[in-house]
């Protein structure tokens, strides 16, 4: 089946350190985005990508790192520079970039501070 | 730039009430683009409706009719004889090609049996 998948579904981070969320599709999207939800809020843009090798700053970027080596993949890296890092994170793809298309995401990945 | 609002924090109805879902967005743009989301308890946003600028036709899935009335830039979502399975948070959002999605905040539905 087609899709996108997180992982993973639960995640702890301690003081000063780096975590990294995963992001996987085999949908052939050419774009994918990474967007934040906090508690009784909508989603903000962390960082998206059109293309591979290619990508660029959301909304809130700070603290977070990505790459895109592959089409498939579009690791989400949160740094200890993030200081309030626990939120909801969601991966989206769409087929191409550009207005109108539309996102598809993935089931979340639920990060926590210990 | 770009907002959309959904001023309904969150909606209780009872099972085979009708209800409707108020989103309001603000853009100078011409051509732009807005979706509705449902986000159930497990946290996947699943796709509901996508409509464009220049199409002002009321759209109507099942038990599911959207109403976009570009005069009051309004793209309000019906839910006809409600049910249980329907409680989930719903999100409006726009898109104007600039970057990606501008949601709103969400409403929370809750259905109750």
């Known amino acids: 089946d087609g899709g996108i998948t997180q992982s993973p579904k639960y995640l702890f981070r301690k003081e000063g350190q780096n975590v990294t969320l995963s992001c996987e599709q085999n949908?052939?999207?050419?774009?994918m985005y990474w967007y934040r939800q906090d508690p009784g809020q909508g989603l903000r843009l962390i960082y998206y990508s059109q293309i591979v090798n290619d990508f660029q700053k959301g909304d809130i970027a700070e603290g977070y790192s990505v790459s895109r080596e592959k089409k498939e993949s579009f690791p989400l890296t949160v740094t200890s520079a993030q200081k309030n890092p626990t939120a909801f994170y969601l991966c989206?793809?769409?087929?191409?970039?550009?207005?109108?298309?539309?996102?598809?995401f993935g089931p979340g990945t639920r990060l926590l501070v210990l | 730039a770009q907002k959309v609002t959904q001023a309904q924090t969150e909606i209780s109805v009872v099972e085979k009430e009708d209800v409707t879902l108020d989103c309001v967005y603000e853009?100078?743009?011409?051509?732009?683009?807005l979706f509705w989301y449902k986000q159930p308890p497990s946290g996947e946003l699943v796709f509901l409706i996508r409509?464009?600028?220049?199409?002002?036709q009321n759209e109507i899935s099942g038990r599911y009719s959207w109403n976009f009335q570009k005069s009051t830039s309004s793209f309000n979502f019906t839910i006809t004889a409600s049910q249980v399975v329907d409680s989930a948070v719903y999100f409006c959002?726009?898109?104007?090609?600039?970057?990606?999605?501008?949601f709103g905040s969400g409403t929370r539905l809750q259905v109750q049996p």
């Open positions: 949908l052939n999207h050419d774009a």
């Open positions: 959002a726009s898109d104007t090609g600039r970057r990606a999605l501008t």
């Open positions: 409509r464009n600028s220049f199409d002002e």
């Open positions: 989206a793809s769409s087929n191409r970039p550009g207005i109108g298309e539309t996102q598809y």
């Open positions: 853009t100078r743009d011409t051509t732009y683009y």
